[in-house]
């Protein structure tokens, strides 16, 4: 079975969910966008992860305002404002029957091209638009048994090329870090920057705690992870040191707490690094289970 950060507990219920395409609810098993799709071709699109708890979307309007700023970034005219948007998720939602445990994937592609070309102008439709909800809980087992991280060779990039803070559609780069981890036998990568100090891993924000102490990266070369920052923010309103800093594979070795963030899920503890173990007896670290608690407290009152 697959482990990792995205690993889900099993439900049924999506095999047979309804995608939201264009303005089209349709069966999962006939949703589909043309072969001439402008993220198809070159990647040229944007997304988002959102969660849904109780009732309630989390953090919907940092979401929006992340998924807005990717489509100015790129010259892409979003075709929707920000409440039709969270109307068409809605939507999507209650024709689903979703209220708790589900994680929503909204992505936004330039359109149809004529021919395959990057070329916008040979756009000849509007934006695609596309909502996958699912019925989707993070395993806990996935969570018991930590991740194993290994330091892939592929570097997170500068931003005057492919900006790291940009949620597209091209992600390749992190699925060359990824299988080369899993072709040595760890659950996920752990990516530099291009000076050498550690960035972030494959697809979550990475952290580690040293006597006491929080530690992340600076925002140069990270992914702008809300997770992330809400992170960073309990951490220091619970009266934890919490650094955006430069540190390396060194620091790393001797953390005493390792572990990442993501949309999904949450806070999940890393037990160890290039086989270098973390921590002690494969537990998750007391700082850890303190950000966890106060995160899924949040999540509650989202």
């Known amino acids: 079975m697959t482990h990792g950060t995205h690993n889900a507990q099993e439900d049924g219920r999506n095999e047979n969910v309804l995608i939201y395409v264009n303005g089209a609810l349709m069966p999962r098993a006939e949703a589909s966008i043309s072969v001439f799709d ?7 699109g944007i997304w988002e992860g959102i969660r849904l708890h109780r009732g309630r979307l989390c953090f919907l309007q940092d979401h929006f305002e992340r998924l807005w700023k990717g489509a ?5 005219q979003l075709p929707f404002t920000k409440q039709e948007l969270e109307r068409y998720i809605w939507e999507t939602l209650k024709a689903n029957d979703m209220d708790d445990g589900v994680h929503i994937r909204v992505m936004v592609t330039r359109g149809i091209k004529k021919t395959p070309s990057q070329d916008p102008r040979l756009t000849l439709s509007g934006p695609n638009v596309v909502i996958i909800a699912e019925h989707k809980i993070a ?9 194993r991280l290994f330091t892939s060779t592929v570097r997170r990039g500068r931003p005057d090329y492919l900006d790291p803070k940009l949620n597209c ?17 760890a659950d996920e990568a752990l990516m530099l920057d291009i000076n050498g100090f550690v960035s972030t891993c494959n697809s979550t924000n990475f952290f580690i705690v040293q006597k006491g102490e929080v ?3 600076t925002d140069q070369f990270c992914m702008n992870g809300i997770t992330r920052q809400k992170v960073i923010d309990l951490s220091r309103s619970n009266g934890l ?8 594979l060194f620091d790393c070795y001797s953390a005493d707490e390792a572990f990442v963030t993501g949309t999904f899920g949450g806070l999940t503890p890393v037990f160890s690094i290039d086989g270098r173990e ?3 007896d494969a537990r998750m670290g007391p700082v850890t289970e303190q950000l966890q608690a106060a995160y899924e407290a949040l999540i509650h009152d989202c």
């Not at 402008?38 to 040229?44: H, M, W």
């Not at 040191?241 to 390396?248: A, D, G, L, Q, Y």
């Open 215 to 217: 530690w992340t990266s």
């Open 169 to 185: 559609h091209s992600k390749l780069h992190e699925v060359q870090a990824l299988v080369q981890a899993l072709e040595a036998g």
């Open 139 to 147: 395993s806990e087992e996935s969570r018991r048994r930590g991740l």
């Open 38 to 44: 402008s993220g198809y071709l070159v990647g040229d």
């Open 241 to 248: 040191v919490c650094r955006e800093k430069n540190f390396s």
């Open 278 to 280: 973390i921590g002690t």
């Open 72 to 76: 100015k970034a790129i010259g892409l």
